[in-house]
């Protein structure tokens, strides 16, 4: 369900806002609107400026906070912001050696890091690195040329008898290199490599040995840095896990007071000289707004108002759902869809009894049910995801169904079906022949919900005064007689029974078509439009056989798309009988890991397909009927949940 809302309006004086938030608007949900923009014909007001002074405040906790393995559980501490700043202050002051150590470290291992990975690809050279930066006479230069360009390098090379190069070594897109050449030649040479793009690489001076030797004495150093930062950070962690408790009922004290002191970002403030006021507005639930207001009647600083929701005409109410924990968590799909809009039918209750009990019967078998009861269940109670607990509903209706079906685990000799096994149980119909029992249930159980569907909008249409769309949509009433005559009428026919008369099939199929034909120009006269319909006469009717045609095409689809329901419940039975098959059930002793790996493939593989076919269902062939989905979700400034 959705709750009822009420638009409040909050004023007082300016330098009292700090105390309004905290006391009030930290206690109670509150979805905050623009101030401006909800009293835009007002003159006499503007917006606050002032920048927050608990940033500095705050990035000092969330340092700290960074530091601490467990930042959830923590002793409850009383604190005011300035005796919260006063602690971080005084605990950074502490470790403030041990940060600036630290980062001294990492500066010289980032240093010796990059020596490494400027000498690394020279690590095949076998000759010593001082033996080349001593030369005297002889220019050279370690660094990569790009591969497009050193075959033309290569070419240079050879034709220039200047320049003497060696390969060492080379990936995807460089070639690393080290070239010789004589002092006299140095410019010209360099001049040319550098049209190769030749990137130079520096070599620190003060290396001595061959580079592999060289390297092999870098990492050792670097191990020794990340050493050191390892004890550095295992040092300051201790400083910090001593003060656990301090740092984070400080952290959440010092961003309660950033949070509390941004809802100036949406209040206003009058341009009075004197004195000025403040102005909070925003949406809060009906329950919360009367236990709001009895606290107000003492406090002489604050007015309240309280408007309904339908009387405040600026902007629609947000959409705050309300359900019970059992069904709350299928409120995920609804979001999938889009949130209800404030005066529109939740269809949470409906989505998390027909999705469970489709699911169920696609998916009818006890054994495999149960693994999805305790598994959803479980992984519910572990990761709270709402997915999970969706598995676990849908699990128990697949148990049900199993027993319906007198499956477990594939075996259909355990139990005796309830109802009927989906293979096996035929039905014959007038002109259709043979067809298999729960194809026909699966028929029947759609029209079933295409109706209430239909039903749920014509009560939308009523709630939002939508009279052309409760009478003339093809889901309004008219559409409603006219599918309900047709499921009417084909139940007669299958069940022997005489069909009703010419006129009575008249007023139950040609005069609810002809009002949803007539929906465009009665919408048009309702609306007081100029013209009726547009275009011409003829344009219309024929715009209106093909929509009408449209229309009945839609109906029969809609209703042949639930015969998937009773298709996966078949071959969910015939996928369990391969599995049977396979693993030899058939000579009285099947292979027992056979029939686990099966019942776990098949759970998944089809578990997954059904549940995704029973959400297309009810997207759509159900949702499209009467749900719109344009509603704006309910963000409290503050969640008083958490």
Known sequence: MIEKMKFISLTGPTDDIDRVVNTYLSKYEIHLENALAEWNSSNDLMPYVEANPYKEMLAK?????????????????????????????????????????????????????????????????????????????????????????????????????????????EDAENVWILYFVSQIEREKIDATCTSFHFEETFIPQESKGTPEKVCSSLLETIDKYKSEINRLKD????EVLEDKDIILNAYNRIHMAYDNFDVRKLAAKTTAEVTTFY??????????????????????????????????????????LKNPKVIKPFEMYIKMYGLPAYNEFDPTIFVAITYSFIFGIMFGDVGQGLCLVLGGFALYKLKKMDLAAIISCAGVFSTLFGFMFGSVFGFEDILEPLWLRPAEKITSLPMVGSLNTIFIFAIVFGMFLILLAMIFN???????????????DTNGIAGFVFYGSAVLTIMLFMTGHSLPGTIVLIVMFIIPLILIAIKEPVTHALKKKEKLIEGSVGMFLVQTFFELFEVLLSYFSNTLS???????????????EVVMML??????????????????????MEGLIVGIQVLRLEFYEMFSRFYSGTGREFKPFRNTNN
């Open 458 to 472: 014509i009560i939308n249409c009523i709630v939002s005064k939508d009279i052309t769309g409760s009478i003339f």
């Open 279 to 320: 102005i909070i507005c925003g949406w809060i639930s009906v329950r919360d707004a009367e236990a709001l207001s009895s606290e107000l009647d003492d406090d002489n600083n604050v007015i309240c108002i309280f408007e309904d929701a339908m009387e405040h005409q600026n902007k629609k109410p947000p959409t705050k």
């Open 583 to 604: 693993a030899g059930a058939e000579s009285g002793s099947p292979n027992i890991v056979v029939v686990i790996l099966g019942n776990l493939f098949v759970m998944g």
């Open 61 to 169: 906790a969330s340092s700290l906070v960074a530091y601490l393995p467990d930042k959830n559980k923590s002793k409850s501490i009383e604190m005011n912001v300035d005796t919260a700043n006063s602690h971080v202050s005084k605990i950074t002051e502490n470790i403030d050696s041990i940060q600036s150590e630290m980062q001294d470290v990492r500066k010289k291992m980032e240093q010796v890091q990059k020596d490494y990975d400027n000498i690394s690809p020279f690590i095949d050279l076998k000759c010593d690195i001082s033996a080349i930066t001593d030369f005297k006479h002889i220019r050279y230069k370690f660094g990569k040329i790009p591969k497009d360009y050193f075959q033309n390098f290569r070419q240079f090379c050879s034709n220039n008898p200047s320049i003497i190069y060696i390969k060492c070594k």
């Open 235 to 238: 040092k300051l962690e201790e």
């Open 562 to 576: 639930f015969v998937r329901v009773g298709a996966f419940a078949v071959s969910h039975a015939a996928m369990m």
